[in-house]
Each structure stands twice: as structure tokens, then as C-alpha cells.
């Protein structure tokens, strides 16, 4: 989970020991969602690049669809029995930056069954963008006017609110006018600038971020990545500024990657997850950069980053499940 301060629960907390965990599930989960959702997307362009069996994606694709339905009803029976629990995530001043992964997940399974199911995939988008609009636009009216947020607990995750609006434009291109696309790759684009400069001053300047939070340092890698995904749907060439989107997501990758041993060091958390989807991004971004550049160092990065994040997510959710096994998931801080 992330955060380090406890949600504000019921006084009356449930005895009963799943009811209490429903009162613990944490939103931050959705970022599995995410997470498997962007490797299956990875290998769908992989398929589509190099012939590799489409089963592949299917499989994984399907399973992220599987762990949002468990989990969007899950957290759903958790706003119906706990709903000052789910407000106090809301309030929390981080936890409250993984409510868009649920419309982020929603816009990635768009991504993932465009071409097979079409009208699943614009159903899918539709809510996500419309959801995810207003996450954005509510999340930063808190920001705006808020009484409890301080430097301390500015962190990567904070991109989710804006960033998100950024996967708006990867399909949308399709089924709307390209001025929404535009609309939202714009601001998605402009607040991650913003939000870098925050983030990167706290980092900098002040106290080291919490090693439960230490994952979320790769979501660095997420919005110049996905901004060259979906800057790529609206310009058709390779042009200077996709060049930028995508060499500063390389850098970033290759910064986080010497400092690789930090990050082994650090226990299993949910917060884990923030490892996956960000390497699924750059997967994709660097298999697209390989077709559309014709550059070939690209074709065998693209597949020995596709092999990294498989085994990554992989380990995750057998850590995942041993967490659920031991019952140290869903529990208080």
C-alpha cells in the first residue's frame, strides 16, 4: 500500500476477519491492473512485429480483465459498507493519486482488445476517458485548495492524476475528433512538466523518499514513455519532439537501472507494482520507436526489455500471492 499514514476507518471495525480486510483493500491495487495490462499490450505489438503467437497476449490480456472485475467489485463492496474508508483514501495525500489508475486500467483494456472486440474497446474508452476526466479535474481542485499537503509528500505517484490523461489520445484517435486526443495529450504533457519539477525539488532537497515508496521512482519513466505512445497516434512521422518523449524515457530507464541494486534491497510491497506498467511503457514505446525509425538496435531492445518486463511482472504476482497467503494484504499501517 502506499502511504505511511492509516486510513481513517469506522469506529466500529468489523470483527470478523475478511470484513475487516475489506475495510483495508487499498486503491493503490488497481495498479496491478496496470501493470498486466501494459505486458499484455507489450506482446500484442510483439505479435504483431515478429510473428509470436497471439495466445500470448490473450492469456495476459484476459487476466488483467479478470483483476479489475475482482477488484472494481471488491472495492465497490468496500464503498458501500466503509464509505468514510474509502474517503479517508481520498483524503490521504498519497493514496488519493492511485484513484485514476481504476479509469487507467479501463483505457488500457481499450488498448488491448481494439482490433479484437471494437465495440468492447470504445465502451471501455469512453468511460475510462470520461472518468478519468474527472479525477483530474477533481484531484487538482484538491491540490489547489488543500489544508493538509506538504513538500514531504510529493512523490512519482503524483503523475497518475495528470499522466493518465495521456493513454486518452492511443485509441481515441480513433474513435473521436483528433481535438479531444489533442485536448488531453495537452494537458497530460504540460502537468507532467510541472509535476517533474516538484517532484524532482523534493527528491533533490529534501528527506529521502520512504523505501516502501521507493518503486514509485520508476513511474518516472511512465509519461515521456506513454507521451511518445500517444504522441505517435497523432503525428504520423518521427519527428524532433517524439524524439525527446522517447530519449528522455531511455535516460530515465537507464538512470533507475544503475541504481537497480537499491531497489532489489527493498521488501515486497503493493507499491512493487509501480515497477511494472513503467517497463511495459518502455517496452512498447521502444518496439514502436523500432518500427517507425527503422532502426534495428531498437527490434533487440525492444525484446530484451519485453523479456525483462515479463519476468518482472511475473515474480510480482507470485509475491503478490504469497502476500494474500500470509494475509499482509488489505491489513492497517
Known sequence: MAGSERVQEAANVPENTGEMRLAHLPVSLF??????????????????????PCVIWQIIGGLAGAIFIVLAFAYGAKLLRYPQAVAGEWKHPVRVNFFPAISIGLLLQAVVWLETFPLLSFALWLVGTLVQFGFTVFILSSWMYHTHYDIKHANPAWFIPVVGNLFVPIVGVKFASPEISWFYFSVGIVFWVVLMTIVLYRVFFHDPIPSKLLPTLFIFIAPPAVG??????LVPEVDGFSRVLY???LFLFLLLGVNARRFLQVGFYVSAWAYSFPLAAMTIATLLMAKRSGVTVFNGLGVALLGLVSVVVTVLIFKTLGAIR???????E
Do not use: D, E, N
Not at 511518445?228 to 497516434?233: E, L, N, R, T, V
Not at 500470509?326 to 492497517?332: G, N
Open 326 to 332: 500470509r494475509k499482509a494484504i488489505c491489513v492497517p
Open 247 to 249: 530519449y528522455t524515457a
Open 31 to 52: 495498479s496491478i491492473v496496470m501493470g498486466v495490462s501494459g505486458l499484455a499490450i507489450a506482446w500484442q505489438k510483439a505479435s504483431a512485429m515478429f510473428g509470436v
Open 228 to 233: 511518445f505512445i500517444a504522441y505517435s497516434g
